[in-house]
């Protein structure tokens, strides 16, 4: 962002494999090759840590302009100034551009030094690729590929070091595959301010090791596995489950919290492996907590919830659907007037707005169950609801939940449809719920709402369903659907619009993306705006 | 363009028809006699009879997995054959190797090893992408079943089709 008194951004001119270009001062080398789209091999370079140099990997060869007796640059023939070309080479993530800079990426020196830096990084390389994590993501590997050689000359024994050592409480260490480039030493100390790693042992015994005070167990812990260039960081919860070339990656975003950190799911076969952080500089830079990338696991449990229940039941077989539906229609009808919604701020835009519909044909109550826990002053929120702002704006999150409970308690209120909540988390007692003459819920797994349900539809989690959520910050952003819900369960837009149908007759709407449109016809914030031009990385929208 | 293709002149003894039909008998009788006397033997009595002796080295039958001379799983759970197998006839479930085995070194091996034997084509790229030579095509190759599921070999009756090989694999060797 520029404001009148920031001075301008000094351009210094670059020579990069003979083409000239331009960049801003203070861009390191390496930043600016990438830009100009060579891309050079490195390990220990990342671009939101410091530059210690230490794997030698993104050697180049570099020039300074020629200069006569009276410092003045010698210009060429073409009128741009000649090179004098360094005559080893130099690593060039510690290094800034400077006016008249020379880089060859790709010169017979360069690719050299790469092919003898491969050589040394791989001496004591265990041959452990069948049985590393890592395999298919390892930059060893690839580089390997690109500069190295496929024979070892190294015919003496390997080093040994520890393996299979837990660093702490989610993260294992096999030392034999670390090639010591620190990145997760220097993300703990300078990301997560928790410098609990360091290197031990002098010469070929260098390891990686934490304080012997302390474990690994901050809650950004993982972030080290997803920046290591090796297999030597694992995360002990996927480690060994899956091959990560079998995996299905699916960007979609982090429920958790209001952050809504963009994710990458992999899975398999209908099954989530492994959640990893998804680069997105807006809201989540490259990192996540590892809180919230292991709350997956409730997708998968046995105890989901797969067809619709109906209490009393029918006969010896389940309802169908279109039962379900038309008892739960039924039963708010029934209580017409008298009918209180409590909604869930876990649900997309498109849910809320069809919420909010079906409040208003009822003329009903609605509000969210309010979520709250201790933001970590990084990425998570103290709202973990990570939709509040999506209902906010579609005025669903009213505050009303008082007078929901109240209604509930002095028998105003006889029939409560809960969507994805559990109504005992917030006031009211199973007793309250067993008083009422009909609650509807929908959930995708069994608490002690569902249990009071007199209709109980199985609807989808938040891997499961496509649609939008706009986060704290007011970006909106895309949930993605990345396995298929189990059982007859549905998308719970789809519940919702068949209630809205029962109720009030037809409403036109087929896709989630219609109803998209239909929200974005009605809201200010969202006009101009569907589904697919969200995109991947989401839009900034300005809040009322 | 068609064209006429000219029959052969028969002779009066080849239009007669007879005195092949005795040349072929006499044919006949000859291998008959042969067969008497146990001179020739031209039809062997399979399933009782099998031919396994004469099959050659590189003979492609069903998939098995093997242990090296140690008993140790020579599979790691890598899962390069499920990757490559074209009719995705293997399915792999890795485990760690709990840290209080003998091999807690090797850390991973298969949990489950399936094979569907329907699908499989004996195509043998499985053998050939293993990197711990634990998978090879043996010479058995009358695989049947009387339903679906016995057709899928897991991990016991691969080993069991397997047995033991021998030397190629050193790395997880105690010296090495």
Request: aromatic share 6%.
């Amino acid at each position: 962002m520029s404001t009148e008194t920031a001075a301008p951004v000094q351009m210094v001119n670059v020579q990069i494999d003979g083409v000239w270009l331009q960049f801003p001062k203070g861009t390191r080398v390496i930043e600016a090759c990438r830009q100009a789209q060579k891309l050079i091999p490195h390990y220990c370079y990342h671009p939101k840590l410091s530059s210690p140099g230490n794997c030698r990997m993104c050697l180049v060869e570099m020039g300074m302009p020629k200069m006569t007796p009276d410092r003045n640059p010698v210009v060429g023939a073409d009128g741009k100034p000649e090179i004098a070309w360094i005559p080893r080479a130099q690593i060039s993530c510690a290094q800034d551009v400077s006016e008249g800079m020379g880089v060859r990426t790709n010169s017979p020196m360069v690719q050299e030094c790469r092919k003898g830096v491969m050589e040394f990084l791989l001496i004591n390389h265990p041959l452990d690729c069948p049985i590393c994590d890592q395999a298919g993501e390892c930059k060893l590997q690839e580089f390997s590929v690109e500069h190295g050689t496929a024979e070892s000359r190294f015919l003496e024994r390997k080093v040994k070091k520890p393996k299979s050592v837990e660093l702490g409480p989610r993260v294992t260490l096999d030392a034999e595959r670390c090639i010591l480039c620190t990145r997760c030493i220097r993300f703990m100390k300078e990301v997560a301010n928790d410098d609990v790693l360091g290197i031990v042992d002098r010469g070929t015994f260098n390891s990686i090791s934490t304080h012997p005070d302390r474990i690994l167990d901050h809650n950004y812990s993982l972030n080290t596995v997803d920046i290591c260039p090796v297999g030597a960081l694992t995360s002990s919860d996927f480690r060994f489950k899956m091959r990560v070339w079998f995996l299905k990656e699916s960007a979609t975003i982090d429920t958790n919290c209001g952050t809504g950190s963009n994710i990458t799911v992999g899975s398999r076969e209908n099954v989530i492996y492994r959640i990893t952080p998804r680069d997105n500089e807006a809201v989540n830079g490259c990192w996540m907590p590892d809180s919230h990338r292991l709350n997956f696991k409730y997708v998968g449990s046995p105890e989901r919830l797969k067809e619709p229940v109906i209490r009393p039941q029918l006969g010896e077989e389940g309802p169908t659907w279109q039962q379900a539906i038309n008892l739960a229609v039924e039963a708010i009808k029934r209580n017409a007037g008298r009918v209180a919604i409590v909604a869930s701020g876990r649900s997309t835009n498109e849910e809320l707005f069809l919420v909010k519909r079906l409040a208003t044909a009822l003329g009903a109550k609605v509000d969210i169950l309010p979520r709250s826990g201790v933001a970590d002053g990084m990425l998570i929120a103290a709202d973990r609801n990570p939709n509040t702002s999506g209902a906010k704006l579609l005025g669903v999150a009213t505050g009303q939940f008082g007078e929901i409970v109240a209604g509930v308690k002095d028998g105003s209120i006889t029939a409560l449809i809960a969507l994805g909540e559990d109504a005992t988390k917030a006031g009211l007692s199973e007793e309250d719920l067993a008083k009422l003459d009909a609650v509807v819920a929908t959930d995708i797994l069994p608490n002690k709402t569902t249990a009071k349900a007199d209709v109980l539809l199985p609807v989808s989690a938040p891997f499961e369903k496509r649609g939008s959520m706009i986060n704290l910050k007011g970006r909106l952003q895309r949930l993605n659907r990345v396995v298929t819900a189990p059982g007859s369960a549905r998308d719970d837009w789809e519940v919702l619009r068949d209630l809205i149908l029962g109720i009030t007759g037809s409403n036109g709407l087929h896709s989630v993306e219609e109803v998209f449109k239909a929200m974005a016809a009605e809201t200010p914030a969202l006009a101009g705006l569907t589904l697919s031009r969200i995109g991947d990385l989401g839009v900034d929208i300005s809040l009322p | 363009m068609a064209y006429v293709v000219q029959r052969p002149e028969l002779t009066f003894k080849e239009k007669a028809y007879l005195p092949s039909i005795l040349n072929g008998l006499k044919i006949t009788f000859g291998h008959f006699k042969k067969m008497i006397k146990g001179e020739t033997k031209v039809t062997m009595q399979y399933p009782e009879e099998k031919w396994d002796s004469q099959l050659p080295e590189h003979y492609r039958g069903a998939p098995t997995l093997v242990k090296d001379e140690h008993d140790r799983e020579r599979c790691v759970a890598c899962q390069m054959c499920e990757f490559i197998c074209p009719p995705r006839a293997i399915t792999i479930k890795p485990e760690e190797i709990p840290s209080d085995n003998k091999f807690a070194k090797v850390e991973k091996r298969p949990r489950e090893f399936e094979i569907d034997m329907i699908r499989c084509i004996y195509c043998g790229m499985c053998e050939e992408v293993c990197p711990e030579q634990a998978i090879y095509l043996r010479k058995d190759y009358a695989i049947n079943g009387l339903t679906r599921a016995e057709m899928v070999h897991n991990k016991a009756k691969l080993y069991e089709l397997g047995g033991v090989f021998a030397g190629l694999v050193h790395k997880w060797n105690p010296e090495k």
